[in-house]
Nanobody, 115 residues
Framework: QVQLVESGGGLVQPGGSLRLSCAAP????????MGWYRQGPGKQRELVAV???????NYADSVKGRFTISRDNAKNTVYLQMNSLKPEDTAVYYC?????????WGQGTQVVVSS
């Protein structure tokens, strides 16, 4: 059973910042692309950002310029720095590890953006 352990969610005011973390087993982290997805109330799960093993990144249009994904290879951890948060960013955020057809998910961490 592969475990991706997320942390860092919480309640933040509009315009605020949060940093999400996701720790993965080393064997997974070294071989897989890592990403963050989110699922808002009444919405389908959607891609937020992904970082490849090479370090290349890709972002959803809705978060470009506000969110930054990064990976620390020494700690087997991927981060999502979220700035200028908006109420529409409210969602459960899921960490994802993917390699071709093999995908692993974390348990999710709640982010609520509200005044």
């Amino acid at each position: 059973q592969v475990q991706l352990v997320e942390s860092g969610g919480g309640l933040v005011q509009p315009g605020g910042s949060l940093r999400l973390s996701c720790a993965a087993p080393g064997s997974i982290f070294r071989s897989y692309d890592m990403g963050w997805y989110r699922q808002g109330p009444g919405k389908q799960r959607e891609l937020v950002a992904v970082i490849a093993r090479s370090g290349n990144t890709n972002y959803a249009d809705s978060v470009k310029g506000r969110f930054t994904i990064s990976r620390d290879n020494a700690k087997n951890t991927v981060y999502l720095q979220m700035n200028s948060l908006k109420p529409e960013d409210t969602a459960v955020y899921y960490c994802n590890a993917g390699l071709f057809a093999v995908v692993y998910w974390g348990q999710g961490t709640q982010v609520v953006v509200s005044s």
